[in-house]
């Protein structure tokens, strides 16, 4: 079955200090990958996504990702963590050769602390 | 501005009283889809539209209806809401084609007492 795997609830990081949210799914063939945000109170924002290519994708608010094939992982990262990129991360990968439909992992909530 | 829009953004109802949660995206998209947020289960598909007319369950169909009959529009519909359908409700929409981005809705909060 297709999933998707964020192994840690929380992330804890000091502000200016280097963050990475984890990322592991199981699909068949090569999917894409994505990263949305949820602030508190609010939707569901995109940050990025791996559609092919470079296995570094940058996106928005500094965030970068890197696809590693081999391990089946789409890391999210960024080299100085602010106070307000504190919210709830997702990871979400839909498969290429069937619906439309993203899977989403249970997601990461990112506290920065001052 | 482009956008997708949901109304109510909160809802309190009682079991049994039927509603419906509206949906609107201006962009044009094809696609749309309806999921729910559930504490860490993350996000799962209720019911997708491909486009008008066109609409297919997804992994947690089972009390709930949509209907496409405008390509701006998808409206869920509880037709009998139970306490189990408490929870955070997110629209979202597409273009077709590979890679293309899916952006959400505001969200809907939903209390069935």
């Known amino acids: 079955a297709q999933s998707v795997a964020q192994p840690e609830d929380q992330v804890n990081v000091a502000e200016g200090n280097p963050l990475t949210v984890k990322c592991t799914y199981s699909?068949?063939?090569?999917?894409?990958l994505f990263w949305y945000v949820q602030y508190p109170n609010r939707g569901l924002q995109f940050l990025l996504k791996?559609?092919?290519?470079?296995?570094l994708v940058k996106g928005s608010y500094g965030f970068e990702a890197e696809f590693n094939k081999s391990q089946t992982s789409f890391h999210l990262k960024k080299p100085s963590a602010l106070v307000s990129d504190s919210a709830l991360y997702f990871c979400?990968?839909?498969?290429?050769?069937?619906?439309?439909?993203?899977?989403f992992g249970s997601g990461t909530r990112l506290l920065v602390r001052p | 501005e482009a956008q997708v829009t949901q109304n109510p953004r909160y809802l309190i109802t009682v079991t049994g009283k039927k509603l419906t949660v509206t949906c609107s995206q201006n962009?044009?998209?094809?696609?749309m889809s309806w999921y729910r947020q559930d504490p860490g289960l993350g996000l799962r598909q209720i019911y997708y539209?491909?486009?008008?007319?066109?609409?297919d369950k997804g992994d947690v169909p089972e009390g709930y209806k949509v209907s496409r009959k405008e390509k701006r529009n998808f409206p869920l519909i509880l037709e009998s809401p139970s306490p189990n359908q408490t929870s955070l409700y997110f629209c979202?929409?597409?273009?077709?084609?590979?890679?293309?981005?899916?952006?959400f809705g505001p969200g809907t909060r939903l209390l069935v007492l």
């Open positions: 539209s491909m486009n008008v007319e066109v609409t």
């Open positions: 979400a990968v839909r498969d290429r050769d069937s619906s439309y439909k993203l899977i």
């Open positions: 699909v068949s063939g090569n999917p894409y």
């Open positions: 962009m044009n998209h094809e696609y």
């Open positions: 979202a929409s597409s273009p077709l084609g590979g890679g293309k981005t899916q952006y």
């Open positions: 791996y559609i092919t290519g470079d296995n």
